[in-house]
């Protein structure tokens, strides 16, 4: 008879599906809503797991659409009460630090979708029910709308379209293009709150210790996000170097001059 031999992974540009996916994402879900949370203890980990890989498997990862995670999607509603949500851009260490000692603020990844998937990778192939380890789509270099990016842009999406009351937001001031309209936050975030449950976006502009010390809020690229946000009739604010975070970054630099108070 013939001898078939599987069929081998299409090659991609980016690193491949993360070595134990599957295990690594359940584990998350039942740390999440067992321990983190466990008002959230209802939820069905193992039906939340297939419908995960159930939206990229067996499927071209370089056509994924937001319409392959929505049952996903449905499984992992979750509520964050209005004014606690925490968008970053470039600035993820620092926001995360900030939402774990303000317990009651919620970056994307302190809920539980964003919680599972944060730092993971993963990708099918059309031709085979497996994952890829060896490779996935770079978005850059291969597609824009690959399994990866999707899920990111659709959780993101939805995250921005539940906020409510103040949404908070920390950019990075020690770089040039501090508010990036290529950025999740730039491309998606930002248009999908809704004006009539946003209040205002405050901005929190964070400098790295040592850097030198400049007023962002009044730079050319915040005044871009200003302008967005006023056609979209929210308000805005900013704020340099908002003190409870600046005293987490002291935290990490406790003899650097600028944190001698
Ligand atoms: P950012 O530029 O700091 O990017 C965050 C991470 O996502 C980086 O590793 C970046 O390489 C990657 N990324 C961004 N857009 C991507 C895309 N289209 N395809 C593949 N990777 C992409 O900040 P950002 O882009 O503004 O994203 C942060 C905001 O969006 C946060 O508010 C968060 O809610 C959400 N988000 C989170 C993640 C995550 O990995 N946890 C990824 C994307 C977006």
Redesign the pocket.
Same mark, same amino acid.
């Given at each position: 008879g013939i001898l078939m031999w599987p069929r081998p992974h299409k090659e991609w540009k980016g690193e491949g599906t993360t070595a134990h996916f599957y295990e690594i994402l359940l584990g998350r879900c039942y740390t999440y809503t067992q321990i983190v949370r466990p008002e959230l203890g209802h939820k069905d980990c193992q039906k939340i797991g297939k419908a995960f890989t159930g939206a990229f498997l067996s499927k071209d990862p370089c056509s994924s659409t937001e319409q392959d995670y929505k049952p996903l999607m449905e499984l992992t509603d979750q509520a964050v009460p209005c004014d606690k949500t925490?968008?970053?851009?470039?600035?993820?260490q620092l926001?995360h630090d900030y939402t774990r000692v303000r317990q009651a603020m919620f970056?994307?990844?302190d809920t539980l979708l964003?919680y599972m998937?944060?730092?993971l990778r993963w990708c099918g192939d059309s031709g085979s029910s497996d994952m890829n380890y060896k490779s996935c789509p @770079?978005?850059?270099e291969d597609c824009?709308n690959?399994s990866? #990016?999707?899920f990111?842009?659709t959780?993101?999406k939805r995250?921005?379209e539940d906020a409510c009351g103040v949404v908070h937001?920390v950019l @990075?001031g020690s770089i040039s293009n501090t508010f990036?309209e290529? #950025?999740?936050?730039?491309?998606?975030?930002v248009f999908n709150l809704r004006p009539e449950k946003v209040h205002r976006l405050q901005a929190w502009v964070m400098h790295d210790i040592g850097s030198a010390r400049s007023d962002s809020c009044s730079s050319s690229s915040i005044n871009v996000l200003k302008r967005i946000l006023k056609e979209r009739s929210i308000a805005f604010s900013c704020e340099n170097n908002y003190g409870p975070i600046r005293l987490l970054q002291c935290v990490k630099n406790p003899d650097h001059p600028s944190c001698r108070f």
């Open positions: 925490l968008l970053w851009s470039k600035s993820s926001a970056t994307l990844e964003g998937a944060d730092g @770079n978005w850059r824009s690959n990866f #990016s999707v990111w842009n959780v993101s995250f921005a937001v @990075n990036d290529r #950025s999740t936050f730039g491309r998606v975030e």
